[in-house]
């Protein structure tokens, strides 16, 4: 007698746990292997020889331009180190620069088996894929947590050095929304506003020595390489402030991207089809309603150190449109707008952003936050002129996917998306 219909339902939800729990345990190990220590101090991730940066071979010498790069035949500036913080539109800048870099056939220094190098541990350029010592490169700009001597070693001495920052509230906002169910210490928190929750009391939930808590807590100081727990009154935080405006050279705002593009645009003498861009990872809106009032004054009271760092660039960056000259901005801002617009018209089927359920190519799928398809992405229109069909694959090409057609090894990655797609993550 065959068994009860309940009885094998059992059995098969059973199996699926048990089938579950193997899958869960195999990634853990996997997570903990291919994820260094997050407290990893600098002097372990320094490699081992000379410091000196390297030099371009005899002949390969750039112009070193002027900032303002639309001076008089200034040359495109072409090695760059893009400091790729969380959340902040570098998604965007990134897509930017892997089509110049391959534009022009350029260099990148890659991670090696994952689409980062070995974050939240510093960066050391042996994580680079294939790296030799002596290795020269023209491009770094994947997400790592940033060791400027070990950076400085990759590229040449003239190397243009940018980074993006964002408001601290809106981007402590957005990691919380993002990498929230990747921080267990935000797993207690039950209501549905968790955020909100989270923000009445943060000292309750938090604990800098967690698993993932620096997503929680002054995310640019951490990502910059600084010590994200730091009193905000003590001297070194503005020491480091001043560290990071001595080592770049534009530091972008994602509340004006256009206008930083500009300014990018200016600093490496490059033409305006090389900065157009599509909003690329953006998070479709949240049913909780957006930070105001006082809670945005609690996030950013809670980040206090980004909320110094910002305070900082916001006041240089409009320095810098001042110099610029504000009506030669505006007509900028408004040329790129109207070339993004057209773009726009050309490249992208129903002219918009969709949810992930509605894109059709599997190439245009964005990755997705763990439990959650909330990140947006693209229909590429189906007859584009040629003249305009590869650029608009590559405009709107997500990282992950673009990162492969660049020939870079990111299995760790492909396997975590395999197990994240059979256990329906």
């Avoid at 910059?224 to 990071?244: K, M, N, T, W």
């Amino acid at each position: 007698m065959p068994p009860p219909p309940q009885k094998k339902r059992w059995e098969s939800m059973a199996k699926g746990l048990v089938l579950g729990a193997l899958f869960t345990s195999f990634l853990l190990l996997l997570y903990s292997y291919a994820m260094p220590p997050l407290h990893a101090g600098l002097a372990s991730t320094r490699t081992p020889e000379a410091t000196a940066p390297c030099s371009p071979a005899p002949g390969e010498l750039e112009t070193v331009t002027p900032a303002n790069g639309s001076a008089g035949g200034c040359q495109p500036r072409r090695d760059i180190v893009f400091m790729k913080t969380h959340k902040t539109a570098s998604s965007t800048l990134l897509n930017i620069l892997f089509r110049f870099g391959q534009k022009h056939g350029l260099k990148f220094a890659f991670p090696n088996g994952r689409n980062d190098f070995d974050y939240p541990a510093f960066f050391a350029r042996s994580l680079v894929q294939d790296y030799r010592p002596g290795a020269c490169f023209n491009i770094i700009c994947n997400h790592m947590r940033f060791h400027y001597d070990e950076v400085r070693g990759l590229v040449p001495p003239n190397a243009t050095f940018i980074t993006v920052l964002r408001d601290p509230a809106r981007l402590f906002e957005s990691s919380f929304h993002y990498f929230g169910p990747v921080v267990p210490l935000t797993w207690k928190l039950s209501g549905r506003d968790k955020l909100a929750e989270f923000l009445q009391d943060p000292d309750r939930y938090y604990d800098p020595s967690g698993y993932n808590a620096h997503y929680l807590r002054n995310l640019l100081f951490f990502d910059l390489g600084y010590d994200s727990g730091l009193d905000p009154g003590s001297p070194r935080v503005q020491e480091h402030i001043l560290e990071v405006e001595r080592r770049f050279h534009l530091v972008l705002l994602q509340e004006y991207f256009d206008e930083s593009l500009v300014l990018l645009k200016d600093l490496l003498c490059w033409e305006l089809e090389d900065v157009l861009y599509f909003k690329l990872n953006a998070r479709r809106d949240s049913p909780v309603p957006r930070l105001s009032g006082d809670l945005y004054r609690r996030a950013t009271a809670w980040n206090m150190l980004d909320a110094l760092l910002y305070r900082h660039f916001n006041a240089s960056f409009w320095r810098k449109v001042e110099a610029y000259g504000r009506e030669r901005m505006a007509r900028e801002v408004a040329a790129l707008r109207r070339a993004n617009e057209r773009m726009r018209r050309i490249c992208i089927d129903g002219g918009r952003a969709v949810d992930a359920a509605a894109i059709q190519d599997s190439a245009m799928q964005p990755w997705q936050p763990l439990g959650t398809k909330s990140i947006l992405g693209y229909n590429l229109k189906k007859s584009i002129g040629q003249r305009h069909a590869q650029l608009c694959r590559r405009m709107l090409t997500p990282e992950i996917q673009y990162l492969m057609d660049l020939g870079v090894n990111l299995w760790v990655t492909k396997l975590w998306k395999l197990i994240r797609d059979f256990l329906r993550w």
